[in-house]
């Protein structure tokens, strides 16, 4: 007998810790389970002893907070803590740019970025974060913050530059408590949901440490927040608990297997002597381990979700993260050096356009940072006698660092780093610049001998990152300054501390792993709430973003469960998932829309008409006891623009090419079988080279063997509503003809998409009087079919016996129409 949950959240970073405290708020029993340990105030390591330490990796005894992959084309650093990586992060709380939520725009590298979430969709959840984490702009015209050299820096170089400079929300206790007056170093009064430490915690004392752990609790990390709030709410928070399998459940919901670390054992005792495999059940499980864990997690799982989509492993980037440093910089007066070790890491953002801002030829968007380094590392970075000053610590970041470089050609790595660090310069008088934008999200993560690899380089993104390098030289060039890449980018490689991809979200299971809401296509109870699901670069800094993300999937889940508790107790800042919509959030499930013209789409009575609303993926709210079925097609052929007839419109010409990728979903297949038109949802894409390329199909109807009036004929029908590269309203209606003949007609008959391009979004009650644009046949090719075959999957009680049922509705029909004249 397992150990059972209503919930358990794999992970504690900015998706889990948001959903444990949702869901344990609203009386759901939840267990989180974090591989990393606890870090109260105080407990950072600081020494070079401690800093040799502070790694993770268990084999070798190591259970510190850092932890490193090196990938082809690029190096990150993540967390393993109770905290996530708000534990490292620079607490900035920057919202996704809006007109940054692209839909199905072509990458350099080929693919396309399509958000099925818009800012609209993320505001409300956005307002509910930032007040929880508490964030505030650097209260810059206050004594003693005023002086922060750097912060007056960036202001000053973003003026010379006619760039737009802000100081953005810090996840930072400036003042004892929220609204009070700003000091350094002032105990902070506990929220009312407690402080799961057990630590006083004091206001920032501007001592430039919050990327290597806040000792003084003036960070509002997540586990002075939302843990916090959980734990005070009845959540089970286990550390050292490193999940290793999940699988799906008989009878629903799924198991996790995990082991137990001992921070305590020592080096080489886990390789010795591995932990015991243990297993919790739960009805629903949450994914909240990073892009690479949650990605490494459903990858070494997959063989037990049969069906889950191509797009696991895909949309990996890491959100164009760029670090380079300005050597030598003076204040603003350029009389004395610049140190950046005053003050938070980041004060300021310096937006770049984007062209979707409505700027010709800006390129891709993006921010650049101010960073700070701790003060303390003076020591680290003084003249470089690694064998008597600073042991280990040095000793092991060093060995880690070279191997990087080992194999590279034509580089002086002495000289370099003397260059960069022998006189001070690092630690005195620098500025390190943190880029971040709009990169490409072409990479792929997959499983190699077992572990993790990742394909990724900077070509496909080359543009982004020399307009974030050009800009930073001029600001070096403002602030009289020598400008330094960082040692790597010779190499074009990346570290990047934002990973992002892997299990995206998308519109359908032929585009992402889950739906807008988090959920995985054709596993009900299964989500993903970090950056795994991410479809894209965020853009700024995008914790801010997965929190809303995961804000977002918990309303939805408790309002389609319909069961939560009246408000919180006085004090608690997240809220109830009453209050979250009262507050504008809407979270009910995903919906089919507000009818059809070709009959009633199965759950269009759960449509914004009647309180929903419209999105993509799953059930509707309240439709727990219906099993839904869905499937994805693909068909290519030509077009012919100006022509009625389909056959001449393939063959003509100057025919142009045209494809569409649905998915079909009969939201309940009893209903979708028993009524006469066998309507279900269609969503997706049309990729039409006269019509703008890829565009996204705003609302479709699929019709399965339609009656035509004559008992051996059927139709196949679609209607799809679509808007062209001008944005005019287009429609694009076909039919496949299922006649009485021998069956050998079954395939080319199932095959043949006869289709037209109506101008407008027209009904099929005036199709007869619209304009016609153009007309072609579509085809789907063998291998496509094959592929269709595997794309069916259901989701609700009965889930092989709706597809049973389906299969059966499918052979008869075929059989009515194509076999032998019995009469």
């Known amino acids: 007998m397992f150990e059972h949950a209503d919930a358990v959240v794999i992970g504690s970073g900015f998706g889990g810790s948001v959903a444990a405290y949702r869901l344990a708020e609203a009386g759901r029993s939840v267990v989180l389970l974090e591989r990393g340990r606890a870090f109260p105030p105080g407990g950072f390591p600081r020494s070079p002893a401690e800093m040799g330490k ?352 080992r194999d590279a050609p034509d580089t002086n790595l002495s000289q370099e780093l003397s260059d960069l660090i022998g006189d001070g310069a690092l630690s005195v008088s620098s500025l390190p610049l943190l880029g971040m934008g709009r990169d490409s999200a072409d990479g792929r993560l997959a499983l190699k001998d077992g572990r993790l690899s990742a394909e990724w380089t900077t070509e496909s993104s080359q543009e982004l990152f020399e307009r974030l390098r050009k800009t930073m030289q001029g600001m070096a060039d403002v602030l009289g300054a020598d400008y330094s890449d960082n040692p790597v980018w010779f190499r074009k490689r990346i570290v990047t501390v934002h990973p992002l991809g892997g299990a995206p979200m998308g519109a359908h299971a032929g585009e992402g792993v889950c739906d807008a809401y988090g959920e995985v296509f054709g596993f009900p109870g299964l989500y993903i709430a970090d950056g795994a699901a991410m479809p894209g670069p965020v853009g700024p800094n995008p914790s801010l973003t997965i929190a809303a993300f995961a804000d977002r999937m918990s309303t939805a889940i408790l309002d389609s469960e319909g069961r939560e508790k009246p408000s919180p107790p006085s004090g608690d800042v997240g809220g109830s998932a009453a209050q979250h919509r009262a507050a504008g959030v809407t979270g009910a499930g995903p919906v089919a829309g507000t009818g059809s013209p070709q009959g009633t789409v199965d759950g269009s009575a759960y449509g914004p008409e009647a309180g929903g609303t419209a999105a993509v993926g799953g059930p509707p709210a309240g439709a727990a006891d219906r099993t839904s079925l869905s499937f994805t097609e693909e068909m290519k052929g030509f077009v012919t623009y100006g022509t009625s007839d389909p056959r001449a419109g393939e063959l003509a010409r100057d025919r142009e090419r045209l494809s569409f990728r649905l998915t079909i979903t009969a939201g309940d297949v009893g209903r979708f079988l028993a009524e006469p038109e066998h309507t279900a949802r269609a969503e997706g894409w049309i990729d039409a080279d006269g019509h703008g390329g890829r565009r996204p199909v705003q609302r479709g109807w699929f019709n399965l063997f339609a009656p035509d009036g004559a008992e051996d004929r059927r139709l196949m029908k679609y209607r799809l509503y679509f808007t062209d590269g001008e944005d005019r309203p287009r429609t694009l209606t076909g039919q496949k003809n299922v006649l009485h003949g021998p069956p050998t007609r079954v395939w080319p008959d199932t095959s043949t998409l006869y289709v037209r391009l109506l101008e407008g979004h027209v009904a099929e009650e005036d199709e007869e009087d619209a304009p016609i644009a153009g007309a072609g046949v579509l085809h789907i090719q063998l291998t496509d079919f094959a592929r269709q075959l595997t794309t069916f999957r259901t989701s609700g009680p009965d889930g092989a016996g709706a597809m049973l049922d389906f299969g059966r509705f499918f052979a008869g029909e075929l059989w009515e129409v194509y076999g032998p004249d019995l009469t």
Request: with cysteine; charged share 25%.
């Open 54 to 405: 502070a790694f993770w990796d268990p084999a070798a005894g190591l259970h510190g907070m850092f932890d490193v992959w090196r990938f082809k084309g690029c190096d990150s650093v993540v967390s393993a803590g109770l905290g996530g990586g708000s534990l490292i992060y620079a607490n900035v709380l920057l919202r996704k740019d809006e007109r940054w939520f692209v839909h199905d725009q072509k990458m350099l590298g080929g693919d396309h970025e399509s958000w099925p979430v818009s800012r609209a969709d993320l505001d409300p959840h956005y307002d509910v974060v930032e007040r929880m984490l508490g964030g505030t702009p650097y209260p810059i015209g206050r004594a003693p913050f005023d002086d922060t050299p750097k912060t007056h820096a960036m202001q000053d170089a973003a003026a010379e530059l006619g760039l737009h400079c802000t100081l953005p929300p810090l996840a930072i206790s400036f003042a004892p408590r929220p609204g009070g007056e700003p000091g350094v170093s002032l105990p902070i009064a506990d929220a009312p949901y407690g402080n799961l430490h057990g630590v006083p915690r004091r206001t920032c004392k501007l001592c430039g440490e919050c990327d290597i752990g806040c000792n003084e609790g003036s960070k509002n990390s997540l586990d002075h927040t939302y843990l916090s709030a959980a734990a005070h709410h009845g959540a089970d928070l286990r550390t050292g608990h490193e999940v290793k399998v999940i699988r799906p459940r008989r009878g629903g919901g799924y198991e996790v297997d995990y082991v137990v670390h001992d921070p305590e054992a020592g080096a080489g005792a886990e390789a010795k002597n591995r932990p015991p495999l243990q297993t919790i059940s739960c009805d629903r499980l949450v994914l909240g381990a990073g892009t690479y864990g949650t990605s490494f997690l459903l990858l070494k799982s997959r063989a037990s979700f049969p069906g889950l989509s191509d797009a696991l492993g895909t949309r990996f980037s890491g959100n164009g993260d760029l670090l380079t440093f300005l050597l030598k910089a003076k204040d603003r007066n350029r009389v004395r050096p610049l140190d950046a070790s005053k003050g938070p890491v980041i004060t300021t953002a310096i937006r770049l356009p984007d062209e979707l801002d409505g700027v010709p030829g800006a390129g891709r968007g993006a921010y650049i940072e101010d960073g700070g380094y701790p003060g303390f590392v003076d020591w680290m970075v003084q003249p470089f006698d690694v064998s008597d000053q600073i042991e280990r610590a040095v000793k092991f970041l060093w060995t880690r660092f070279t191997e990087f470089f």
